[in-house]
Nanobody, 114 residues
Framework: QVQLVESGGGLVQPGGSLRLSCAAS????????MSWYRQVPREERELVAY????????SYGDSNKGRFTISRDNPKSTLYLQMSSLNPEDTAVYYC???????WGQGTQVTVAS
């Protein structure tokens, strides 16, 4: 079955960096556009970054342009999000999303605090 497993979250100080990973299985990863979203309690999920199936098209949410980098390794069926210059407003649960087959991972918590 489809599985998306995020990892790499944790506690980081303001100004620090983290790299999130999303290991995919159970579907044609190289055929699917992928995204990272994040969510804080009582708010809707916010698009963080998008990457097309072969990486030719990339876009970012306004809140993190220039600080985050999305990438993918199709042979490894893995999606990445490199985050730098983190600030407390980046604290959220981060989810990966596969456009085909419209599936979500379970999320990984990122907390930015001193």
């Amino acid at each position: 079955q489809v599985q998306l497993v995020e990892s790499g979250g944790g506690l980081v100080q303001p100004g620090g960096s983290l790299r999130l990973s999303c290991a995919a299985s159970g579907f044609d990863f190289s055929g699917s556009a992928m995204s990272w979203y994040r969510q804080v309690p009582r708010e809707e999920r916010e698009l963080v970054a998008y990457i097309s199936n072969e990486g030719a098209v990339i876009s970012y949410g306004d809140s993190n342009k220039g600080r985050f980098t999305i990438s993918r390794d199709n042979p490894k069926s893995t999606l990445y999000l490199q985050m730098s210059s983190l600030n407390p407003e980046d604290t959220a649960v981060y989810y990966c999303y596969a456009q085909q087959p419209r599936s979500w991972g379970q999320g990984t918590q990122v907390t930015v605090a001193s």
